[in-house]
């Protein structure tokens, strides 16, 4: 067999696998669009659900999964960001910080039951916030920072060395070099890494389902201590909980949570692509 | 006129932790509104010693270092000492042009903003005057807004120039800083440099020894972190003191 032959097989083949596994990724979406779309309607996404879920729409479950995205925002966005800056322009490399890093991967690592369990524990019954939107958000909070903290120390180191020394040696401090410099610079990957967090915890069902979710409210939340009902928890529920429901309803569900995350993506998609058209190194 | 000696270096030594470049006993005098010349072969501790002047080695793992570099008469290596003040009046020019993300104006003015400097006609006072020290007000003062990473590699390194003298510093390190510059680029940043010494001390470790012999109102020459000698630039490469200078000077090795 002679090398270009050899090459050219290798090629297809290889081809070949990457095919496949994008397959299954847009059969899934495909068929969900397909089951899913008759279910969609203006009702179907602003009133709540009736006659034991089986008619009516899903607008609490859209406003909760909306809240919950909120606050674990709130909380992980900032404690995220602060971490990955700690380890990417203060700290030096020791054992110390060696430790954290190695807690931060492994707890990317924990499956989101055990998170939910946690949250149940510690936030519900030990500080008393009860099932509610502030103990799920917290939960998913702590879920979500081991996403934030890597993909965005990732982004601060992906900024020049020469930028910071450059900047220290025009006299600026360290954190003004930060602030001004490198935070600006590390943003636009820092975003995409939030964005992509916060996705994994709109679609999470485990954490929340112990921590806040309901499973069924007539109304919407009315404050952070209430319970809410969420697009994923509720699919859980409708799937195998409530006999005779309906299929459609179950899809245009699925389809909705669907749109929601895909849409973030999209979002971190063409953040990323704009600041890496902008990019000035 | 009275000759002043801007720096004193008394019996420097600096170890990396790595222990690679290191400086051993360094004993030198540079002289005010003057441009000193420190060459000598790779490794030799110039860019170390530049380092050193404005307290840069702070961002990088020293193992120890002694001895006393007196700048207007106060010593630089106490530990009280203010490193944002110093680097203010310490400015720097890296071998390879760094122009930090943002128009060329911000570049101006990044450093006087920091030190918290509003007015804007200040700034742009300041930009101007810079501009014109490093001979590029006449090429950019049309698109002062504009990204100051679209100039060429010549104009940016006149940009890093202009952006340590906006901050009105009395000595300007300068680390190779035509490296990577055209001959044409390179004649008009040492015909800036000639202005500037008349106001500024002026320190150069110049990429080459043609550029030694021809910027160096004084020079020292380095190898292996040793100050070997030191003098005036007309002397030291017509008739070196030393065995060793004369052979690098007159290329047998190096």
Known sequence: MNRHLSQRLGFSLLTMVAVFTVVPIIGVIV???????????????????????????????????????????????????????????????????????????NLAGIPSVVYGLFGLGLFVLFLNFGTSILSASLTLSIMTLPVIISTAEEALRAVPQAFRTVSISLGATRWQTIRRIVLPQALPGILTGVILGLERAAGETA??????????????????????????????????????????????????????????????????????????? | MVVMNKIVIENLNLQYADGTESLRHINIDIRENAITVLFGPAGGGKSTLLRCLNRLNDLTEVKTVSGRILIDGKDILDPQTDTIVLRRKVGMVFARPVVL??????????????????????????????????????????????????????????????????????????????????????????????????????????????????????????????????????????????????????????
């Open chain 2, 101 to 254: 993300p943002m128009s060329i104006y911000q570049n101006l003015s990044y450093g006087l903003e920091l030190a918290g400097e509003k007015r804007s006609s200040v700034l742009y006072e300041a930009a101007e005057r810079s501009l014109k020290l490093a001979a590029l007000w006449d090429e950019v003062k049309d698109r002062l807004d504009d990204p100051a990473i679209a100039l060429s590699g010549g104009q940016q390194q006149r940009l890093c120039l202009a952006r340590s003298l906006a901050q009105q510093p009395e000595i300007i390190l300068l680390d190779e800083p035509t490296s990577g510059l055209d001959p044409i680029s390179t004649g008009k940043v040492e015909a800036a440099l000639q202005e500037l010494k008349r106001n500024y001390t002026i320190i150069l470790v110049p990429h080459s020894i043609q550029q030694a012999a021809r910027t160096a109102d004084y020079a020292a020459f380095f190898l292996q972190g040793e100050l070997v000698e030191y003098g005036e630039g007309s002397e030291l490469f017509t008739k070196p003191k030393e065995k060793r200078t004369e052979d690098y000077v007159t290329g047998r090795f190096g």
């Open chain 1, 207 to 281: 954490p929340i389902l112990f921590t806040g979710a309901a499973f069924f409210l007539p109304r919407l939340p009315g404050s952070v201590f209430d319970a809410t009902m969420a697009l994923p928890y509720h699919l859980f529920v409708i799937s195998t909980q409530v006999p005779e429901m309906p299929i459609r309803i179950q899809y245009g569900t699925a389809l909705v949570l669907l749109v929601f995350v895909l849409g973030m993506n999209l979002i971190a998609t063409v953040i990323r692509s704009r600041a890496r058209a902008r990019r000035q190194w």
């Open chain 1, 31 to 105: 068929y969900i669009f397909i089951q899913g779309s008759p279910a969609i309607s203006w009702e179907f996404l602003t009133v709540a659900p009736r006659a034991g879920m089986r008619e009516g729409g899903i607008l609490p479950a859209i406003i909760g999964t909306f809240y919950l995205t909120i606050g674990t925002a709130i909380f992980s966005v900032p404690l995220g960001i602060a971490a990955a800056v700690y380890l990417s322009e203060y700290s030096a490399d020791t054992r110390w910080t060696r430790l954290i890093r190695l807690a931060i991967i």
